[in-house]
């Protein structure tokens, strides 16, 4: 996998962004320098795994809650 | 045998390797706060969540007039201002504002209840009455939106996990674990 699909992937898959800004970003891929797609690359990876364990938290907090609403 | 001095001597760190550890925990920091804020704002705009957040509001301030209103005389002032605004909610309401404490109880209730005071003395806490009222009517709506809640936080999981492989993928590209 080449970093340019790789950031494609993660453009897909983010959480963070809204439909328009995801479509304008695919659209400007090949437009970017290397350097460009690194930055935006790894913000969006080191975003997704900070999401990803931030709601792994989030969720057992809600269930240990709503165990304790009684529901 | 004698020490060698150089065993004491400081680690020499890498300006280098500091330099670009401290603009990688930058660019981390950044991007959980960000993630944070979006994700809480987009969250809070989802209604049923949005009425869990009013409803527990509402919980804890009825709560703290109730607490207050054991205090006698003084601790009626907290009460009345809370049947007041039942009075003023359909004033408040035109510039998109509530003022009523209690919707789900009524204005008899709310007022009659303030009767009791008078056989103690202002020490019964009255507003109890209309705090355990409408707790009874938020319940329901405080487990809706902490289920839902959970449903829009389980949204990311459920795509990660349809999409594993690749979305594990592509984060290897960009993030290399031994550096970190």
Sequence with gaps: MDKKEALRILIKHSFLLDKQTKEALNAKIDTLTAADIMAIGKFLAVEKKQSLEQGTKVIVAINLLLKQLGR | ?180
Excluded: C
């Design chain 2, 1 to 180: 045998m004698a020490e060698s001095s150089r065993e004491h001597e400081p680690v020499q760190s890498d300006p280098v390797v500091e330099g670009n550890e401290a603009v990688a925990k930058r660019e981390m920091l950044f991007a959980a706060v960000l993630n944070e804020v979006t994700r809480w704002q987009e969250i809070i705009k989802d209604p049923k969540v949005r009425q869990a957040a009013t409803a527990a509001l509402r919980t804890l301030a009825n709560i703290g007039i109730s607490f207050a209103d054991a205090v006698p005389v003084a601790g009626e002032v907290p009460s009345w201002l809370a049947d007041l605004g039942k009075f003023t909610d359909r004033w408040a309401r035109v510039i998109g504002l509530s003022t009523d404490l209690t919707p789900d109880v009524s204005k008899q209730v709310a007022v009659g209840s303030e009767m009791l005071e008078a056989y103690s003395g202002t020490a019964f806490p009255s507003h109890a009455i209309e705090t355990t009222l409408q707790i009874k009517a938020d319940w329901p709506r405080l487990v809706e939106g902490l289920n839902r809640f959970k449903e829009l936080w389980s949204e990311e999981r459920a795509d990660y996990h349809a999409h594993q492989p690749e979305i594990e993928d592509a984060i290897a590209e960009f993030v290399n674990e031994e550096a970190t």
